[in-house]
Structures are given as C-alpha cells and as structure tokens.
C-alpha cells in the first residue's frame, strides 16, 4: 500500500516534473501569466496523462518495441483530441485562451517521459497513479507560477480584482518575468527541500541509458 | 634569499576596489548637482533613496548567503546610476524595487561584484520600464532654461531616460530646446541624462584618474553621430538628448561587463552605437541606449574570446587539435 502512496506523491513534489526534471518549460511559461489558464492547462494534461498512461499500460504487451514511439503518440494524440472537443463544446473561453496550447499537449515532454519511462514499464493501476501524481505536481507548479505572475503582474488573481498596494508590475505577465518567476520558484523549492537538484533518482530519467550518472548508480 | 612562489598578477598597484568606486562616485557628483538644480530636491532625495536601498539590499543579502559583509562603495555606485536613469517624479517604493532588481536579481545571485554579466542599473531601469511603463515615461518641467517658461508645453514628454532621443518623441509644432539648454540639460528626462556638461566633467575626471579608458565612451559616441550624419538627421539632438552619454560613459565601461581589450571595448563601442542608432530610426520603442549597453553586455564574452591577445612568441594551435 505504502508503495502505491509512494508512486502517487513522488509526482507532486519530489520528483515534480517542473521544479525538479525542468519538463514542459513551454507551456509552463506561456500558459502561467494567469492562475487561471495556468490550471485549466493543468487539468488538460492530468486528463490526458492518466488515460494515456493507462491505455499503454495495457498495451505494452502488444506495441512492438521498434514502432513504440508512433504507437504512444497515436494514443496521446487521440486523447488529445478528446479533451479539446470536450473544452470546445462546454468551457470555450477557456478554450480560445488555452489555443494552440491545447493541441500541444499531444507533445509534452511529461506525457512522453511518464509513458515511455513508467507506464510502458508497470502495471496499469500503477500508472494510472504514476499519470494522477504527475498530472497533479505538473498542474501544481502551474498553479503556483499563475498565482505569483497573476498576482505580481496584474493584481488580479482568478481575475477576481484584489486590494491593491502597488502598481502591478506588469513585467510578470511578459515573457521575461516568466523566466524571472520561474527561477525564483525553483530557488526557493529547492531551498525548502533542502536538495539539490542533481540528487533526485536517476531510475525515471528519460536519459538514463546516455548519461553518465545512470552507469555510477 | 627566500623565494616567494605566488600566482599572477604580479605587478602591484595602489587602485583597490574602494577607491577606483569612489572616484566613479566622485565623477558623478556634478551631475547629481545639476540635476538638482534642474529638477529640484525630489531628485537628490530619489538619489539618496536609491544608494541606500542598493547598500542594504546588498548587506542584507551577503548575510542571508553567510558571505563575509564587506562593504565598499559599489552598491552606492549602482543606486546613483539607477536613480540618474529614473524620472524624477517616480514613487520611492519603485526606485526600491529596482534596487532590489539591481543589487540581488543581477549582481548578487550571479556572485556579487564583478561576476555579474550584465550591468545591474541598466537591469533594474529596464526591469522598471517594462513594469510601471506611465510612471517611467512622465517627465517634468525643468526648473530652469526656456521650457519652463514655456505656455504650450505641459507635458514635455520628449525625452525619454536611456532612451529616446528628443527628436523622435517630439509631437509636431513643440519647439526644440536650443543646443546650449540641451547641453547644460535644461529639459525633460531622467535625472541625471540631461546635463551633457556635467556628465563630460565626471568623463574627464575619470579619465584623468585613469579609471575608465577613453576607447569605448569615444567609439560609442562617435557611431551614434556618424550614423546621425549619413542618414540626415540632426547630429547635435541625437547626441544632446536621450542618455547617449551617461550610457556611454558610466555604464558601458564597467570594468566586469564590458571586454577587456581595447579593441574588444572599441568593438563593444561601436556596437552599442549601431544598436541604438537601429532602435531609434526603426523601433517604435521609446528606448536605445539601455537596450544597446544590455545586448553588447551579453555578446562580452564572445568579444573577448574573440580579441584575446595571442602570448609573445606563441602558435596559434590549429582546429584539429581540439579534437584528438
């Protein structure tokens, strides 16, 4: 039991694929200038990231090796696919601000990473809290990083208007202090946790079989 | 006889960090008193607002980090540059938070002074500008000199602080201040861009304490009033107005941002020249000088890679020895 906690919280904050594998940069800095579009995204991939994590799970027996690639795109794709008519038909401002975002999740590097270093590996309960565990530490960081540009960048959060002290800064909803917060964020993660980053465990690093670190192990 | 083996350098000399700071402090006072005299006493307050803030912001945080607290003039020296580069209407808590930018964002977390890549006043200025762009780009009436006499113009908004140049921002029938009020810097802007006259007494104070070489001021100033000439434009505004020579002067020869060589800082020089001249004929940014110190900042360390001086008597080693 205690293992299957393990799987599902590794995500969250120990290994967080934001603050600690540094996956998903781009939607990450794009789609956090507000809390809001910073969880729908999140929400977005948590969908897709459980179901396709499950779906090859079960699968894996089946996919060859040589064309796994294509295979777990088809899937991510297809699921993909899904959640954006499902936005489009019930929750289209969210969708028109998500925009292409939305059909990038088919790409992101996290669904990659989860799917070819876990699910192809595990058994199908344990993806689905593998995929549930990432999915929620991906929408956390977002959370996190919407709630300090928002708030920073333009005094609103949730778009609900908050007492104001100071001029926002709107340098925060730009591009620069997406990196700026971003850098900060992880600082402080990483200050909290009292870990460097370089400790986390090599076992689901996509780049374990190239890197160096991965033979010492 | 002892033998003393110790590493490089080995030539002494008496300049220390404290006093090379001071002297750069000392060319600044003229233009501190200028623009006091022509912006009032809310500019000194500003400039004594900002070297505080720097040098608590930069105690402060050496603790924090358990690095040994010496203290010595430079966070002065970067809260003056900072507050020059500011309106002079602009709320103290903004000028702290581009002290903050300066002091811990750019110089401290990149590991203090002489380690940071970038300049930190130049940061913290355009770290401000793209925040609090109104209250960065509100410019006051001069005190002194024609404008303040001037009916028409309420809001001079003319110039902008690094930036830009008059003529540019200038609205249509708004008359131009005369080249002598421009060099004294009776007119709108930053506090202490405007006055050319005191910025070259602090430039040939330096120069004289040979504290900054002539090489990069020169070769920044003299592209900007080239391209100025070649395409028609009036030489005298885009040299006078805007912070063509506060930039040039004190910000594009800090000694850790900017190459070593003197062909690596003619380089830097003409390059920052080029840069700016591109912003204000092409850009509809009200901007040029920080951006242009800021980009050749960055490429410093591909100038100097690039200017290192061959040794005496050495071979340049051929590509493929990389390789083996």
């Given amino acids: ?217 | 006889m002892k033998l003393i083996v110790e590493p490089t350098p080995h030539i002494r000399s008496s300049n220390t960090t404290d006093k090379i700071m001071g002297r750069v402090l000392i060319a600044l006072v003229p233009a501190l008193v200028m623009s006091v005299y022509i912006f009032g006493m809310r500019a000194l307050y500003l400039s004594i607002v900002c070297m505080g803030s720097c040098i608590i912001f930069e105690s402060l945080f050496r603790r924090f980090i358990r690095k040994d607290k010496e203290i010595d003039p430079s966070p002065a020296v970067t809260g003056l540059l900072l507050a020059f580069c500011l309106p002079v209407t602009l709320p103290y808590y903004m000028a702290i938070i581009g002290c903050f930018i300066a002091i811990v964002v750019v110089k401290q977390l990149f590991g203090g002074l002489g380690q940071n890549f970038a300049n930190p006043a130049i940061v913290a200025r355009i770290v401000l500008m793209l925040s609090f762009t109104s209250e960065m780009t509100y410019w006051v009436k001069p005190n002194v000199g024609s404008a303040a006499d001037a009916v028409s113009s309420a809001t001079p908004n003319a110039v902008d602080g690094l930036t830009a140049a008059t003529p540019l921002m200038l609205e249509a029938g708004e008359q131009v201040p005369g080249m002598w009020e421009l060099f004294m810097g009776y007119h709108g802007g930053s506090l202490g861009e405007t006055s050319e006259f005191a910025l070259l007494l602090g430039f040939a104070f330096l120069v004289l304490t040979r504290v900054i070489r002539v090489v990069t001021p020169i070769a920044f100033i003299s592209t900007v009033a080239v391209g100025a000439l070649i395409t028609g434009a009036d030489v005298g505004l885009h040299l006078l107005s805007g912070g063509l020579v506060l930039g040039a002067v004190f910000m594009a020869t800090d000694y850790s941002t900017t190459p070593v060589s003197l062909t690596g800082k003619f380089i830097f020089g003409v390059g920052c020249g080029i840069i700016t001249l591109i912003i204000r004929f092409f850009s509809d940014m009200p901007e040029g000088i920080s951006y242009a110190i800021l980009i050749m900042n960055i490429l410093t360390f591909y100038i100097d890679k690039f200017t290192f001086p061959k040794p005496f008597g050495a071979v340049r080693e051929g590509r493929n020895d990389d390789e083996k």
């Fill in chain 1, 1 to 217: 039991m205690s293992k299957k906690v393990k799987i599902l919280t590794k995500g969250i904050i120990k290994e967080n694929p934001v603050f600690f594998t540094l996956l998903g940069m781009c939607p990450t800095l794009a789609l956090s200038s507000s809390a809001q579009n910073a969880v729908g995204l999140g929400i977005a991939t948590l969908i897709v990231l459980i179901c396709s994590n499950v779906i090859i799970s079960l699968l894996k027996k089946l996919i060859p090796a040589q064309v796994r690639l294509p295979c777990y795109i088809t899937i991510i794709a297809g699921f993909t696919t899904f959640i954006t008519l499902l936005l489009k038909a019930f929750l289209p401002d969210l969708y028109n601000a998500l925009g292409i975002f939305l059909s990038l999740i088919a790409c992101n590097c996290i669904i990659f990473a989860r799917v070819e270093v876990f699910a192809s590996k595990n058994g199908v309960l344990d993806s689905a809290l593998d995929g549930l565990g990432m999915g929620l530490g991906f929408t956390l960081a977002l959370f996190i990083m919407g709630t300090i540009r928002e708030i920073l960048g333009a005094g609103t959060w949730f778009g609900l208007q908050l007492p104001q002290l100071t001029e926002p800064m709107t340098i925060f909803i730009m591009p620069a202090g997406g990196f700026f917060a971003l850098g900060f964020v992880i600082a402080a993660v990483n200050k909290f946790m009292k870990k460097r980053p370089h400790n986390i465990s090599c076992d689901n690093c996509p780049h374990k079989a190239m890197c160096r670190r991965g033979e010492d192990d």
